[in-house]
C-alpha cells in the first residue's frame, strides 16, 4: 500500500467511525478544496498536506471529531478564517484540520449583563455590528476585523487599534466551552461580572493558539457604545520623530483612544489599489484619537496635537472633517493587504516598551538598510506594538534569506530593549525560536507541563508555540 493509499484508507476509517455523529457533509476530502486550508497568511511558514478537513457546525460534532482523532492518534489542527501571520493555523502531515467556520451564530446578547454569546466562527466585525445595534460596544478590533473570526481572535490573543485604551480580547473573555485533547467537552469561567472559582483556566485558553483546547463557544463581555472622537494627524520626516511623538504622548499622561503610525510606502501602497488620494509627502504619518467627552476631549486633542508638534512634526493638526478622518485610519486597516499585492511580505509583531519605540525604529531601519531589504512600517504606535513589513519579490531567494535574517534581528533588538516577540499574532510557527529567547527554560517547562496535562497526547496542534 502506497503512501496516498495509506492516507485515503486512514480518512475513510475514520468518516466511517463518525457516521452517525457527523453528517458526511462536514467532511472535505477533495484535494483542490483541501489545498485552499493548508495554510494561514504567514509568509514561508511550513505546511504539510492534511489528511483532511472537517468543517463542524456544532459543538457535539467537534467533539466526536476529537474523540475519534484521540482514539487513532490523528493531530487537529483548528483553525478560523485563516487571516493568521504567525503560521499557527498551517496544517501538519496526515492531521485533522477542524475549521469552525460553519460555527457562525451570535447565540445571545445580554443587554442587562452586557455579554455577548458567540460561536468560534462569527466574523469579529459582524458582532460589533449585531452589539451597535442595542446600543453596546465589543472593543476588540484587528485590522483583520472585517474577515478574522472570535475564535481567531481568542486564540492568538488580538489586539487591534483601539487596544491601546481599551484593551486585548483577554480583556474582555470571561468563559468558553472547549473540547479538550482527550475528547471532553467543558465549560471554563462563567457569566458574572466577578469570579475567582479556582484557577483562570478561561483565560489560559486565550492566546493558546489551539494547542490546549479547541474552542467552541465564547462568552465576552461589552461596553456601552465608544463616544465621538476627535482625530489628530501629524505628518513626520523620519520614524524616530514619530516614535518620539509616541512617547512625548505617554509622558504627557494621556490615554489616546488609538495611536497608529503609517508610512509612506504603505500609504502608496493603499493609494495604487484602491484610488483614495491620500498619499502625502511625508514619510511617517501618526494618527491619534481621544474619545473623552466634551471640553476635557477638546484640551486632550490640542496636548496630543502639541506632542506632535514637539517631537518634530512638520505638519500637525486636529481634524475637523470626519470623513477625511475615517480615511486615514481606513488606509491604516488596508495597509498590510495592500502591501502584499506588491510581493511576498514577512509581518513581524514586536511589542516595546513606549519609551523605547523611538530606538526600536531606528533599529528597524538600520536592521532594513544592513540586511538590503525593504521595511514598510505600520504599527499600534500607542502601546508599542510595531509590525515592520519585510518585503521582497517573488522568486528572489537572495532577498527571502536577507528577509528571514532581518526577522530574526528585529526581534532580538526588541528583547535587547524589554520587548516580547509578539504583541498579538501569536507565536505560531514563525516566532518559536524567539519565544526560546524570551522564557526562562523554567518557565517554557512551566508552559509544556500545562500543555502535557491538557493534551497528554500532543495531538492539539502539534509542532507550533514551543
Known amino acids: 500500500m502506497n503512501a496516498v493509499t495509506a492516507l485515503v484508507s486512514r480518512a475513510d476509517a475514520l468518516i466511517s467511525a463518525l457516521r452517525g455523529r457527523v453528517p458526511a457533509d462536514r467532511f472535505v476530502t477533495d484535494p483542490d478544496v483541501v489545498a485552499s486550508y493548508h495554510h494561514d497568511q504567514a509568509e514561508w511558514?511550513?505546511?504539510?498536506?492534511?489528511?483532511?478537513?472537517?468543517?463542524?457546525?456544532?459543538?457535539?460534532e467537534a467533539q466526536a471529531v476529537v474523540q475519534q482523532c484521540a482514539l487513532r492518534r490523528i493531530p487537529v489542527v483548528t483553525r478560523g478564517a485563516g487571516t493568521g501571520l504567525s503560521g499557527g493555523a498551517n496544517a501538519t502531515e496526515g492531521s485533522v484540520v477542524m475549521s469552525m467556520?460553519?460555527?457562525?451564530?451570535?447565540?445571545?446578547?445580554?443587554?442587562?449583563?452586557?455579554?455577548?454569546?458567540?460561536?468560534?466562527?462569527?466574523?469579529?466585525?459582524?458582532?460589533?455590528?449585531a452589539c451597535a445595534?442595542?446600543?453596546?460596544?465589543?472593543?476588540?478590533?484587528?485590522?483583520?476585523?472585517?474577515?478574522?473570526?472570535?475564535?481567531?481572535?481568542?486564540?492568538?490573543?488580538?489586539?487591534?487599534?483601539?487596544?491601546?485604551?481599551?484593551?486585548?480580547?483577554?480583556?474582555?473573555?470571561?468563559?468558553?466551552?472547549?473540547?479538550?485533547?482527550?475528547?471532553?467537552?467543558?465549560?471554563?469561567?462563567?457569566?458574572?461580572?466577578?469570579?475567582?472559582?479556582?484557577?483562570?483556566?478561561?483565560?489560559?485558553?486565550?492566546?493558546?493558539e489551539g494547542t490546549l483546547g479547541i474552542i467552541t463557544e465564547i462568552t465576552v463581555k461589552l461596553r456601552p457604545m465608544q463616544p465621538p472622537q476627535r482625530t489628530v494627524a501629524g505628518y513626520f520626516d523620519s520614524l524616530v520623530d514619530a516614535g518620539r511623538a509616541v512617547a512625548a504622548v505617554a509622558e504627557a499622561g494621556l490615554t489616546p483612544s488609538a495611536l497608529e503610525l503609517i508610512d509612506r510606502p504603505c500609504l502608496?501602497?493603499?493609494?495604487?489599489?484602491?484610488?483614495?488620494?491620500?498619499?502625502?509627502?511625508?514619510?511617517?504619518?501618526?494618527?491619534?484619537?481621544?474619545?473623552?467627552?466634551?471640553?476635557?476631549?477638546?484640551?486632550?486633542?490640542?496636548?496630543?496635537?502639541?506632542?506632535?508638534?514637539?517631537?518634530?512634526?512638520?505638519?500637525?493638526?486636529?481634524?475637523?472633517?470626519?470623513?477625511?478622518?475615517?480615511?486615514?485610519?481606513?488606509?491604516?486597516?488596508?495597509?498590510?493587504?495592500a502591501m502584499e499585492r506588491l510581493g511576498p511580505v514577512l509581518t513581524e509583531d514586536v511589542c516595546v516598551p513606549k519609551r523605547n519605540v523611538p530606538e526600536m525604529l531606528g533599529r528597524i531601519?538600520?536592521?532594513?538598510?544592513?540586511?538590503?531589504?525593504?521595511?514598510?512600517?505600520?504599527?499600534?504606535?500607542?502601546?508599542?506594538?510595531?509590525?515592520?513589513?519585510?518585503?521582497?519579490?517573488?522568486?528572489?531567494?537572495?532577498?527571502?534569506?536577507?528577509?528571514?535574517?532581518?526577522?530574526?534581528?528585529?526581534?532580538?533588538?526588541?528583547?535587547?530593549?524589554?520587548?516580547?516577540?509578539?504583541g498579538e499574532h501569536g507565536v505560531g510557527l514563525l516566532k518559536m525560536s524567539g519565544l526560546a529567547k524570551e522564557l526562562d527554560p523554567t518557565v517554557l517547562a512551566m508552559h509544556r507541563a500545562v500543555k502535557s496535562a491538557l493534551d497528554p497526547w500532543g495531538l492539539l496542534n502539534p509542532g507550533k508555540v514551543f
Open 45 to 60: 511558514a511550513p505546511f504539510a498536506p492534511p489528511l483532511m478537513v472537517v468543517r463542524p457546525k456544532t459543538a457535539d
Open 133 to 208: 445595534e442595542v446600543g453596546l460596544w465589543y472593543p476588540p478590533d484587528p485590522a483583520s476585523a472585517p474577515w478574522s473570526t472570535i475564535g481567531g481572535n481568542v486564540a492568538t490573543n488580538a489586539g487591534g487599534l483601539c487596544c491601546v485604551k481599551y484593551g486585548v480580547t483577554k480583556d474582555y473573555v470571561l468563559g468558553v466551552q472547549i473540547v479538550t485533547g482527550t475528547g471532553e467537552l467543558v465549560r471554563l469561567g462563567r457569566e458574572t461580572a466577578k469570579g475567582v472559582a479556582g484557577y483562570d483556566l478561561a483565560g489560559l485558553m486565550v492566546g493558546s
Open 268 to 337: 502608496e501602497a493603499v493609494d495604487a489599489w484602491k484610488n483614495m488620494g491620500i498619499s502625502t509627502e511625508a514619510n511617517v504619518v501618526l494618527l491619534g484619537r481621544t474619545d473623552t467627552p466634551g471640553e476635557v476631549g477638546d484640551r486632550e486633542a490640542e496636548r496630543m496635537q502639541r506632542c506632535f508638534e514637539d517631537a518634530g512634526a512638520t505638519w500637525a493638526a486636529t481634524s475637523t472633517d470626519e470623513a477625511e478622518a475615517e480615511a486615514l485610519f481606513d488606509a491604516r486597516r488596508l495597509a498590510y493587504p
Open 101 to 129: 467556520e460553519a460555527m457562525a451564530s451570535i447565540k445571545r446578547i445580554d443587554r442587562l449583563e452586557r455579554i455577548a454569546v458567540v460561536e468560534p466562527g462569527v466574523v469579529n466585525d459582524h458582532l460589533r455590528a
Open 365 to 422: 531601519e538600520e536592521i532594513g538598510r544592513r540586511h538590503d531589504i525593504v521595511i514598510a512600517n505600520i504599527a499600534h504606535a500607542g502601546d508599542g506594538n510595531l509590525h515592520p513589513l519585510l518585503i521582497t519579490q517573488p522568486g528572489d531567494n537572495a532577498a527571502r534569506v536577507r528577509a528571514q535574517a532581518a526577522f530574526d534581528d528585529i526581534i532580538d533588538a526588541a528583547l535587547e530593549l524589554g520587548g516580547t516577540v509578539t
